[in-house]
Antibody, heavy 122, light 107 residues
Framework: QVQLVESGGGVVQPGRSLRLSCAASGFTFSNYGMHWVRQAPGKGLEWVAVIWYDGTNKYYADSVKGRFTISRDNSENTLYLQMNSLRAEDTAVYSC???????????????WGQGTLVTVSS | EIVLTQSPVTLSLSPGERATLSCRASQNINRYLAWFQQKPGQAPRLLIYDASNRATDIPVRFSGSGSGTDFTLTISSLEPEDFAVYYCQQRSNWPITFGQGTRLEIK
């Protein structure tokens, strides 16, 4: 069965960096686009970034562009989110989610992880 | 950025009733709209993609319609497990965006 397990969250000071990981299993990871989505405590869903199945295309929310970088290692079935210059408003649960197959990589997510909490606070 | 506005913010209905949720886009998104359901403490669940296609294992009481800027999610007869928050999402233009959500609560 498809499993997505995030790790790397924690408490970090404003301006610092953090890298999140998402370990995928139960499907051919290299065939699917992957998303990061976040949800601040008590708030709605906010899309963060997507990466194409082969890593060739990456797109970001305006709120994180230039600070966050999405990447993947298809040999390790792992998705990453490098978060730099963190701000208090980046505090949220970050979830990875499977996108679409091959060139439909941005398709809406049919499988989601449970998320990892990132708290940005001094 | 395309803004998705969901209405109502909260919908109070009883089991067995019909629910109609709306999502309006700030510009034409063709049919690139999805609907998600989220229950407390759970990951979102994909219900509908490309405006009207039910995702795998989604009950037939869930249906989606619309194109362009106006979309609707209909739940034909509410079951107790349907009370949750519902989000629409567009992928027509970058960045992908979500609506603010509609809370469907038991009356």
């Amino acid at each position: 069965q498809v499993q997505l397990v995030e790790s790397g969250g924690g408490v970090v000071q404003p301006g610092r960096s953090l890298r999140l990981s998402c370990a995928a299993s139960g499907f051919t990871f290299s065939n699917y686009g992957m998303h990061w989505v976040r949800q601040a405590p008590g708030k709605g869903l906010e899309w963060v970034a997507v990466i194409w199945y082969d890593g060739t295309n990456k797109y970001y929310a305006d709120s994180v562009k230039g600070r966050f970088t999405i990447s993947r290692d298809n040999s390790e079935n792992t998705l990453y989110l490098q978060m730099n210059s963190l701000r208090a408003e980046d505090t949220a649960v970050y979830s990875c989610a499977r996108g679409g197959y091959y060139f439909d990589s941005s398709a809406p997510s049919d499988y989601w992880g449970q998320g990892t909490l990132v708290t940005v606070s001094s | 950025e395309i803004v998705l506005t969901q209405s109502p913010v909260t919908l109070s209905l009883s089991p067995g009733e019909r629910a109609t949720l709306s999502c309006r886009a700030s510009q034409n998104i063709n049919r690139y709209l999805a609907w998600f359901q989220q229950k407390p403490g759970q990951a979102p669940r994909l219900l509908i993609y490309d405006a009207s296609n039910r995702a795998t294992d989604i009950p037939v009481r869930f249906s989606g319609s619309g194109s362009g800027t106006d979309f609707t999610l209909t739940i034909s007869s509410l079951e107790p497990e349907d009370f949750a928050v519902y989000y629409c999402q567009q992928r027509s233009n970058w960045p992908i965006t979500f609506g603010q959500g509609t809370r469907l609560e038991i009356k």
